[in-house]
């Protein structure tokens, strides 16, 4: 059975820092492209980060550039893929969603999103 499972939301001030995990399990993950995406009310999703199937590449999209990190650990029955967010801005307030590709192209599964809030 196939699961993407998201952690880590919550509200936070602006300025602060949060770390989404998402656990996967049930495909050959450590052969997937691993992404975090955000929709916020009102607007269509948009891909936030990705990386590679082995790790060594990394994307961003460039509102989150040089604030947000993502990492992958590939374990023996599961994989965690995490995005580090620092400086948060009121505008990534959002739905994030963990999501698998088998390409870069591709968006094969998705979990069920953790809600972030960035507010004073």
């Known amino acids: 059975q196939v699961q993407l499972v998201e952690s880590g939301g919550g509200l936070v001030q602006p300025g602060g820092s949060l770390r989404l995990s998402c656990v996967a399990s049930?495909?050959?993950?450590?052969?997937?492209?691993l992404r975090w995406h955000r929709q916020a009310p009102g607007k269509e999703r948009e891909l936030v980060a990705g990386?590679?199937?082995?790790?060594?590449?990394?994307?961003?999209s460039d509102s989150v550039k040089g604030r947000f990190t993502i990492s992958r650990d590939d374990a023996k029955r599961t994989a965690t893929v995490y995005l580090q967010m620092n400086s948060l801005r009121p505008e990534d307030t959002a739905v994030y969603f963990c999501?698998?590709?088998?390409?870069?192209?591709?968006?094969?599964?998705w979990g069920q999103g953790t809600q972030v809030t960035v507010s004073s």
């Open positions: 999501n698998a590709g088998r390409t870069w192209g591709t968006d094969d599964y």
């Open positions: 049930g495909f050959p993950f450590s052969r997937y492209v």
């Open positions: 990386i590679s199937s082995a790790g060594g590449v990394t994307s961003y």
